[in-house]
């Protein structure tokens, strides 16, 4: 079983910053790639940032410059410093993560609860 947790959501002034943080736990072989999606009220969920095992990122043209995403291959853990926040970032944050169960089995896609991140202006 493999879950994720994420953590660091909150309320924030328009401007500010806030870091999310996201642990991989349970029985697994490894953990690809991970990334951070969000969706807002009445909206689909979209793409955030996400990054490799090896490290290699993208973003979402939206954030791109005001958000870093970043992993622990080590701890298994992947993060989002958020800054400059806006209004329109309010969304819940959901981490995501390809996670390789066993060596003869293919990679599975897991999803955390998510956590609410609001941006008041």
């Known amino acids: 079983q493999v879950q994720l947790v994420e953590s660091g959501g909150g309320l924030v002034q328009a401007g500010g910053s806030l870091r999310l943080s996201c642990a991989a736990s349970g029985s697994f072989f490894s953990v690809g790639a991970m990334g951070w999606y969000r969706q807002a009220p009445g909206k689909q969920r979209e793409l955030v940032a996400i990054?490799?095992?090896?490290?290699?990122?993208n973003y979402a043209d939206s954030v791109q410059g005001r958000f870093t995403i970043s992993r622990d291959n080590a701890k298994n853990t992947v993060s989002l410093q958020m800054n400059s926040l806006k209004p329109e970032d309010t969304a819940v944050y959901y981490c995501?993560?390809?996670?390789?169960?066993?060596?003869?089995?293919?990679?599975?896609?897991?999803w955390g609860r998510g956590t609410q991140v609001t941006v008041s202006s």
């Open positions: 990054i490799t095992r090896s490290s290699s990122t």
């Open positions: 995501n993560a390809v996670v390789l169960v066993a060596i003869m089995k293919s990679p599975e896609n897991y």
